[in-house]
């Protein structure tokens, strides 16, 4: 069976292949089209659909929440702070903006949002850290009156709001949360 070698060549009436079996002979598109167009057809046909295939799982996954991402302790605390720049009126827990930007590493607790109860005494305060460890002081904590660890209690959203509306009338869990990167 003699070797078959296809070149594509430019010449000046535009693409031609040479194609050898006995002898040179020159086919121009024309020729080429009618013998090699299916099977190009049929292997882009398939390199598409196994693109396409491969390509879906990617698209599907979805990134997680940045309001549920990290460790989240809710928990009702007593506020502390004098109410100055240095040391301003926050929930107990909470760390101040120079202990914020003395921890270069993000080790202990990396955002917090809060809400002062009715009677101002108190605050609802979600707390945010990298790690478990992080929030194992306010875990162990007999400071806070109630405590939530999102994702680990059994509890429905429902029922944790129903126990928050106690110090907070108007709580709505839809509007509370601290989203952290």
Known sequence: MPLRVILLATASVGACALIKPRRWTVYCPAVLTRRYLPTLT??????????????MPIRAQQRVNARNSYERVIAVVPLTGKGTMQDPRRPLYAPTP??????????????????????GKYAIAEFVAKNRSALLPIINSKDAVK????????????????????FKKD?????FGVAVQ
């Open 42 to 55: 049929l292997r882009f046909v398939t390199l598409a659909m196994t693109a396409l295939a491969l390509g």
């Open 147 to 166: 405590l939530f660890e999102k994702g680990k209690n059994k509890q429905k959203t429902k029922d944790v709001e129903d126990e928050l509306k106690k």
């Open 171 to 175: 709580f709505d869990s839809k509007k």
């Open 98 to 119: 120079s202990q914020v930007a003395a921890d270069k590493q993000r080790s202990g607790i990396i955002g917090f949002t809060f809400q002062l109860t009715d009677d």
